[in-house]
């Protein structure tokens, strides 16, 4: 089966916006046993629409669009897609009588009434756009709106069934996505390439990120090898798994099943490793708080850092992170305590310490302190941050769930 899709929109020509609708259909078709063949990104222009539309149409049997369903003036799509199957837009008394319990009368409510003759509707919950389902089988038309948090669950809840339901996969098929932190992908692709010449049909791919990997195979048959390559890979790297969407939530679970607690030193991060704890429901049971010390005045004041420390081996080195993960270990009683400093750059750094030197301590109760420097090769500064943020959470997910240290 051949699917494309087109995501309408200048913002997302212009770089207003990011197209995480192609990212997040990719994702949720490749795991129902579908595949993109090819992904669009369109302007609101009406013969630049119809033209994609009507050539995605002759070479697919299904065209999934993004976009262009609103009450505005740019909003084209639901028109253009009607106009190239074939069908007249009809006004639906049930579908307005259905919007005016949520919104004022007007005639662009109107507008959202009107529906292609023979159209499938979904349901949004969140906006006044229906999704459509246009079903011919010369190549079928998917009309979704563009906001991701009205199209991800209109596509989940009302889409995803009618595509199963009309076009079952042919070749149904299994996926197991394995999330490793802090482990390099050259050290595990020998074992892939084993796995890979042993069976030849499974489809691999590994997928490195900042601090973590993520390693995927899809197979057709024999479904049980799948957790024989889990075995496989666990017992080479053995605390190196985590079985979360992220590795902050992968902390957050482990932080509240152990019942410990935790609180931050930041300085170069700003406090990223703190947002990304608190953005997750439930932090409040685990997450003390998190001081952004950011100067050295602020390290000495309210961590405890000596002044010789800072003399002698300057804010980015492993004494003063040491000194700062004690000291807030010491304040808060907190059951762990994770501080951090470096050179996020571009500028601030040199030939002893360029930009990228980063150095992270991990301070448990009872414990000698684990602290050392990142392994950081990059130089922008976004890079330097999303780099140490994850890598201490990967270290501090890799202490509690399985004792592990991360500097020897």
Same mark, same amino acid.
């Given at each position: 089966?051949?699917?494309?899709?087109?995501?309408?929109?200048?913002?997302?020509?212009?770089?207003?916006?990011?197209?995480?609708?192609?990212?997040?259909?990719?994702?949720?078709?490749?795991?129902?046993?579908?595949?993109?063949?090819?992904?669009?990104?369109?302007?609101?222009?009406?013969?630049?629409?119809?033209?994609?539309?009507?050539?995605? @149409?002759?070479?697919?049997?299904?065209?999934?669009?993004?976009?262009?369903?609103?009450?505005?003036?740019?909003?084209?799509?639901?028109?253009?897609?009607?106009?190239?199957?074939?069908?007249?837009?009809?006004?639906?008394?049930?579908?307005?009588?259905?919007?005016?319990?949520?919104?004022?009368?007007?005639?662009?409510?109107?507008?959202?009434?009107?529906?292609?003759?023979?159209?499938?509707?979904?349901?949004?919950?969140?906006?006044?756009?229906?999704?459509? @389902?246009?079903?011919?089988?010369?190549?079928?038309?998917?009309?979704?709106?563009?906001?991701?948090?009205?199209?991800?669950?209109?596509?989940?809840?009302?889409?995803?069934?009618?595509?199963?339901?009309?076009?079952?996969?042919?070749?149904?098929?299994?996926?197991?996505?394995?999330?490793?932190?802090?482990?390099?992908?050259?050290?595990?692709?020998?074992?892939?390439?084993?796995?890979?010449?042993?069976?030849?049909?499974?489809?691999?791919?590994?997928?490195?990120?900042?601090?973590?990997?993520?390693?995927?195979?899809?197979?057709?048959?024999?479904?049980?090898?799948?957790?024989?390559?889990?075995?496989?890979?666990?017992?080479?790297?053995?605390?190196?798994?985590?079985?979360?969407?992220?590795?902050?939530?992968?902390?957050?679970?482990?932080?509240?099943?152990?019942?410990?607690?935790?609180?931050?030193?930041?300085?170069?991060?700003?406090?990223?490793?703190?947002?990304? @704890?608190?953005?997750?429901?439930?932090?409040?049971?685990?997450?003390?708080?998190?001081?952004?010390?950011?100067?050295?005045?602020?390290?000495?004041?309210?961590?405890?850092?000596?002044?010789?420390?800072?003399?002698?081996?300057?804010?980015?080195?492993?004494?003063?992170?040491?000194?700062?993960?004690?000291?807030?270990?010491?304040?808060?009683?907190?059951?762990?305590? @994770?501080?951090?400093?470096?050179?996020?750059?571009?500028?601030?750094?040199?030939?002893?310490?360029?930009?990228?030197?980063?150095?992270?301590?991990?301070?448990?109760?009872?414990?000698?302190?684990?602290?050392?420097?990142?392994?950081?090769?990059?130089?922008?500064?976004?890079?330097?941050?999303?780099?140490?943020?994850?890598?201490?959470?990967?270290?501090?997910?890799?202490?509690?769930?399985?004792?592990?240290?991360?500097?020897?």
């Amino acid at each position: 089966m051949r699917i494309e899709v087109l995501t309408i929109g200048d913002e997302v020509l212009e770089g207003q916006t990011l197209n995480t609708n192609g990212a997040f259909l990719g994702g949720h078709l490749f795991e129902m046993g579908y595949a993109i063949q090819k992904l669009s990104v369109l302007p609101d222009e009406p013969d630049a629409i119809r033209d994609a539309m009507h050539e995605a @149409l002759g070479r697919a049997n299904l065209v999934i669009t993004t976009g262009g369903l609103g009450p505005t003036i740019d909003d084209l799509t639901k028109g253009l897609g009607a106009e190239c199957m074939g069908r007249q837009l009809k006004f639906d008394s049930h579908l307005y009588d259905e919007l005016k319990k949520r919104y004022p009368e007007s005639d662009a409510l109107k507008n959202q009434a009107l529906v292609p003759e023979g159209a499938i509707l979904l349901k949004n919950k969140i906006g006044s756009a229906s999704g459509l @389902l246009l079903l011919s089988e010369e190549g079928s038309l998917l009309l979704l709106p563009g906001p991701p948090r009205e199209l991800e669950p209109m596509f989940k809840e009302e889409a995803a069934p009618l595509l199963e339901r009309h076009f079952p996969p042919e070749n149904p098929s299994k996926t197991l996505r394995l999330s490793l932190c802090v482990t390099n992908e050259l050290d595990l692709d020998p074992m892939l390439r084993s796995i890979r010449s042993a069976h030849p049909d499974a489809e691999i791919g590994i997928y490195p990120s900042y601090g973590t990997l993520q390693v995927r195979f899809r197979i057709q048959e024999r479904f049980e090898r799948l957790a024989l390559w889990q075995k496989q890979i666990q017992e080479a790297f053995p605390t190196h798994f985590f079985f979360e969407p992220t590795i902050a939530a992968a902390v957050h679970k482990q932080m509240i099943e152990k019942k410990k607690t935790v609180a931050l030193a930041e300085s170069c991060t700003g406090g990223a490793i703190s947002q990304r @704890l608190t953005a997750i429901e439930g932090a409040s049971t685990f997450f003390l708080g998190s001081m952004v010390v950011y100067s050295n005045e602020w390290k000495k004041r309210f961590c405890g850092v000596e002044e010789s420390t800072l003399q002698r081996h300057g804010a980015v080195s492993r004494e003063t992170v040491i000194e700062m993960a004690q000291g807030l270990l010491e304040e808060t009683n907190a059951d762990f305590a @994770l501080a951090v400093s470096g050179i996020a750059g571009p500028t601030g750094g040199s030939a002893e310490k360029p930009v990228g030197t980063v150095y992270l301590a991990l301070a448990q109760k009872g414990e000698s302190v684990d602290a050392g420097k990142l392994p950081i090769t990059l130089r922008s500064r976004s890079s330097v941050i999303e780099y140490a943020t994850q890598s201490a959470l990967c270290a501090l997910y890799r202490k509690i769930a399985y004792g592990a240290k991360s500097f020897s």
